[in-house]
Each structure stands twice: as structure tokens, then as C-alpha cells.
């Protein structure tokens, strides 16, 4: 079955841009919220995929992204802008940890939200 990209969920069509930037193996992949319109299964899948890239073949990655959740899975630093500026900077643990902006607390409760919300649609399904 062809489809033609118009005929794609935006789902569908981010993971197929994401295929098409990985098929031929860069050393740097900047991802512009890639997870942002992916369902939680293929989300985690992505961050899976990712990781294993970066292990396998020393992929270097700058993501961009409200995900903080995914940065974190991801990214060894997180810098957090607001309005353009850098409000913080530290490593991913210690910024998931011990956030220190109002920005940054603000993009990790949203994060907390939308897991909770996922959580509660996936139990509500398999009832």
C-alpha cells in the first residue's frame, strides 16, 4: 500500500523525516521535537532508537524540545531557553532533579501532566 506524504498522520510523517535523516548515518543529528506528535509507545520506540544510535554508531544529538522527559533520556546537558535567553544549564539529572528556574519547573510539571494523562488513557483502554 503507497501512500503519498499528503495521506500521512503527522505521526506517520515525523517518524518517516526521522527515517530519512538517520538513513544515511551522520555524525550530528539536530532534532527538532521529534516526540512531539508521536503517541507515548512510538515516543519511547524513538528515544529507544536514538540512544541506541548514539551508542552504536557515537551519534552526537542537539534536541529540540518541551520534552523534557525525552532531553533527559536523551541528552547528558540540558540548556533551558525562555524567550530566547539561557535561564538554565547543568547536567540532565540535575536539571530533572533540582530545577532552578521558574521555566524549567513550569516544562517539567507539564511533563509530569501529560505522563499522568498518558498513564490514565492507558489504563482506561485495557479496562
Given at each position: 500500500?503507497?501512500l503519498?506524504?499528503s495521506?500521512?498522520?503527522t505521526?506517520?510523517?515525523q517518524?518517516?523525516a526521522?527515517?530519512?535523516?538517520l538513513i544515511?548515518e551522520?555524525?550530528?543529528?539536530?532534532?527538532?521535537?521529534?516526540?512531539s506528535?508521536?503517541?507515548?509507545?512510538?515516543?519511547?520506540?524513538l528515544i529507544?532508537l536514538?540512544?541506541?544510535l548514539?551508542?552504536?554508531?557515537?551519534?552526537?544529538?542537539i534536541?529540540?524540545?518541551?520534552d523534557?522527559?525525552?532531553?533527559?533520556a536523551?541528552c547528558d546537558?540540558i540548556?533551558?531557553l525562555?524567550?530566547?535567553?539561557v535561564?538554565?544549564h547543568?547536567?540532565?539529572?540535575?536539571?530533572?532533579?533540582?530545577?532552578s528556574?521558574?521555566?524549567?519547573k513550569?516544562?517539567?510539571?507539564?511533563?509530569?501532566?501529560?505522563s499522568?494523562?498518558n498513564k490514565?488513557?492507558?489504563?482506561s483502554?485495557?479496562?
Amino acid at each position: 500500500m503507497a501512500l503519498t506524504p499528503s495521506q500521512l498522520s503527522t505521526g506517520q510523517a515525523q517518524r518517516v523525516a526521522i527515517a530519512r535523516a538517520l538513513i544515511v548515518e551522520p555524525e550530528l543529528l539536530v532534532a527538532d521535537e521529534p516526540t512531539s506528535s508521536l503517541d507515548p509507545v512510538n515516543r519511547q520506540r524513538l528515544i529507544d532508537l536514538l540512544n541506541t544510535l548514539k551508542q552504536q554508531r557515537a551519534l552526537k544529538l542537539i534536541l529540540v524540545t518541551h520534552d523534557l522527559g525525552a532531553a533527559s533520556a536523551l541528552c547528558d546537558d540540558i540548556v533551558v531557553l525562555d524567550q530566547g535567553q539561557v535561564v538554565e544549564h547543568d547536567c540532565a539529572t540535575r536539571i530533572m532533579n533540582s530545577p532552578s528556574h521558574p521555566t524549567t519547573k513550569a516544562l517539567i510539571h507539564a511533563q509530569s501532566l501529560t505522563s499522568a494523562a498518558n498513564k490514565h488513557n492507558t489504563n482506561s483502554q485495557t479496562q
